[in-house]
């Protein structure tokens, strides 16, 4: 290693660490706002870590608010969202990635054309479609709504998941003495499931709160831990070579 | 092991016709090999066999039994992919056996099985590892191991051997006839490499355009080609041709030289004739003699076992391959002669042989 060739090196951590802090700075913040009293958030001016940190704002965010309850129906609707959308969209791509089929041009163009509503206009409808049904103000509504949501994007992204994984693999299962479906269930399946419900399952951990700063942030740093735990077990899944050796590569 | 009949076989890719009226029987046992350049339609017809694409128009049987519509599943037959196909995520154990699961097939029963296909093709130390943690050459035997466990009625290959390296490709060539004179399963095999096709089988099917070219045994491909297309493909170096028009009960090349019409054969004055010579059927002389050219040497090719000399000659670049080292020097004249017998003579308007 040459001197120049370590200068580089090291000029090279030095701006990804940069990157790095400029990137999880908000983060930072959040925790910080989080531990401070009070008291002192707006006393103290802007400060890096405030002179005395406390968890007050936690144990009243667990304790006196409705966030546990808020925190479960969260997991129960984005637990089930992520089953039922992997599922009904792992389906729809694969069909779109593997058949050609009469409409499959216009099926495109509408899952497409779902994705240009913004939300605010669609609450209105979809109230008044779930009320009759009983379904307004319970986590069953909230689960179809959310499916119904995601779907179509999960949708494009299982399709190019699947454009990706080489079609000879389930025309040898086939040939194994396979179904098309078994195919699909013990070869294909396995491959993209991993990776995909980070994104089908992450698009569902949105949640609001209208507390007071501190224990907004309080509640805002325990809602990402799901997130950031799901992201720590699915991390090595969303680097490629889940399909190395499949074939030639 | 089984028969496969090919009966009047049409495939249309929407509108575009890929393979137009092919007949074909396959005997049992018989190692055929389907050969010609990328796009003449023999992978698809391969994968009709097989089943991954629909029939337009004929019918496919094995052994006396329709198959058009039966599934790939239920076709008893395996197939090698030119990318291995091995599933990623399984061992090598479990890719080997997963079509005897498939079928159920008892435990005991499928451990033997797997057994004796790795100790065939010296699998026996990989069988635990994955797919990704194999070599190129590897991978191919695992994708012959998984094919040859199952006995199945024919086994179709799929270009192979087209992702290994020039010395692994020569080994598993060898293999994989060894494994055929072993196990003495139908075979039908796809390839664009005409010495694949050569040394691997028993008969050959020579495809151009999504037309059926010429059948036969390998050497008969090479000592009778039927038509310009396969006696151009089949042979390395490939075959010289040489443009010229029956005049006067010789045949008058392009630059005016004249060429012997071979014995018993009858040519119409004016007819327009290529002429086929293989490189290495041409003959360099020592000294010039009645019926012998005289050409200057333009290049020199050394292969190392033989040499390519390449001169100007009857209007074309002819190429020249012998076994003589140091006998052609660039720049300096050469004396050359054509055995007539060895000559090959097409008709220029339908490419098909004369005689």
Known sequence: MTRKRLILTVLHRLAVLAYVAFALFPLFWLLKVSVTPTSLLYTEGVRLWPSQASLEHYKFVLTHSSFPTFFLNSTIVS????????????????AMSRFVFRGKYWIVG???????????????????????????????????????????????????????????????????????????????????????????????????????????????????????????????????????????? | MASI????????????????????????????????PSGCGKSTLLRMIAGLEDITAGEIRIDDRRINEVAPKDRDI??????????????????????????????????????????KLGLDPLLQRRPKALSGGQRQRVAMGRAIVRHPKAFLFDE???????????????????????????????????????????????????????????????????????????????????????RAGVIETTDGSKVAIPDGIQLAEGQAITIGVRPEHVRIVATPEIGTYTARVDLVEPTGFGTIVHVHLLGQDLKIYTLE????????????????????LFDRETTNRIG
């Open chain 2, 78 to 119: 395996a197939m090698v992919f030119q990318s291995y196909a091995l599933y990623p995520h399984m061992t090598v154990a479990d890719n080997m056996s997963y079509s005897l699961k498939l079928r159920k097939t008892a435990r005991e029963k499928i451990a033997e099985a797997v057994g004796a296909a790795a100790g």
């Open chain 1, 110 to 249: 509408l899952l497409l054309l779902t994705q240009m509503f913004p939300l605010v206009m669609l609450i209105a409808p979809m109230f008044k479609m779930l009320s009759p049904l009983g379904l307004t103000n319970s986590l069953t509504g909230l689960v179809i709504v959310y499916v119904a949501f995601n779907v179509p994007f999960a949708t494009f992204l299982m399709q190019s998941f699947f454009d990706g994984i080489p079609k000879d693999l389930e025309d040898a299962a086939m040939i194994d003495g396979a179904t098309r479906f078994t195919a699909f269930r013990q070869i294909i399946l396995p491959l993209t499931l991993k990776a995909t419900t980070f994104p089908v399952g992450l698009l569902s951990f949105v949640s609001k709160f209208s507390v007071d700063f501190g224990q907004m942030m309080a509640a805002g740093v325990l809602a990402l831990i799901p997130a950031c735990l799901f992201f720590l077990l699915i991390q090595r899944y969303l680097v490629q070579g889940l399909t190395a050796g499949a074939v030639k590569g």
């Open chain 2, 160 to 246: 192979p051997l087209s992702n290994l390296d020039a010395r692994l490709r020569e080994q598993m060539r060898a293999e994989i006839k060894r494994l055929h004179k072993s196990i003495g399963a139908t075979s039908v095999y796809v390839t664009h490499d005409q010495i694949e096709a050569m040394t691997l089988a028993d008969r050959i099917v020579a495809m151009h355009g999504g037309i059926i070219q010429q059948v036969g045994n390998p050497l008969d491909l090479y000592d009778r080609p039927a038509n310009l297309f396969v006696a151009g493909f089949i042979g390395s170096p490939a075959m010289n041709f040489v443009e010229g028009h029956c």
């Open chain 2, 325 to 344: 080292r140091g006998i052609a020097v660039v720049g300096q004249p050469m004396h050359i002669a054509l055995d007539s017998a060895r000559l090959h």
């Open chain 1, 79 to 94: 637990a089930s969202t992520a089953v039922i959308v992997t599922i009904v969209s792992s389906l729809a791509g694969y």
């Open chain 2, 5 to 36: 009949t090919i009966e009047a076989i049409t495939k249309t890719f929407g509108a575009v016709p890929v393979l137009h009226d092919i007949d074909l029987s396959i005997g049992d046992g018989e190692f055929v090999v389907l050969v010609g």
